[in-house]
């Protein structure tokens, strides 16, 4: 069994792995004249595109499931319905 600060912080870290992979990504696409390339350079860049998309996949699996383990939890505790301050106010 967890605590709910380890699971939030699980849940930080599994989006923390989201947001660089996506970035990574991103940055493989753009910063190069892909209508340039050989067709062996874009079909490698095309693989690994495609086998960090896989892991983006697998880490907001992750998330999700702390997500939908900790919402009863939540719920039962503080209520559903219960309102969350904001801190971009």
């Known amino acids: ?17 989201i947001s660089m992979a996506a970035m ?11 209508s340039k390339m050989t067709d062996k350079e874009r079909d490698e860049i095309i693989k690994k595109v495609v086998q ?23 719920y039962k505790q503080i209520g559903a319905d219960t309102e969350i301050p904001s801190k971009t106010k």
């Open 24 to 34: 990574v990504t991103s940055e493989s696409l753009s910063g190069k004249k892909i």
């Open 1 to 17: 069994m967890s605590t709910l600060r380890e699971r939030i912080h699980e849940l930080g870290n599994w989006h923390n792995k």
């Open 52 to 74: 960090r998309l896989k892991k983006i996949e697998e880490y907001v699996v992750h998330a999700d499931k702390i997500i939908e383990e900790a919402k009863p939890f939540l």
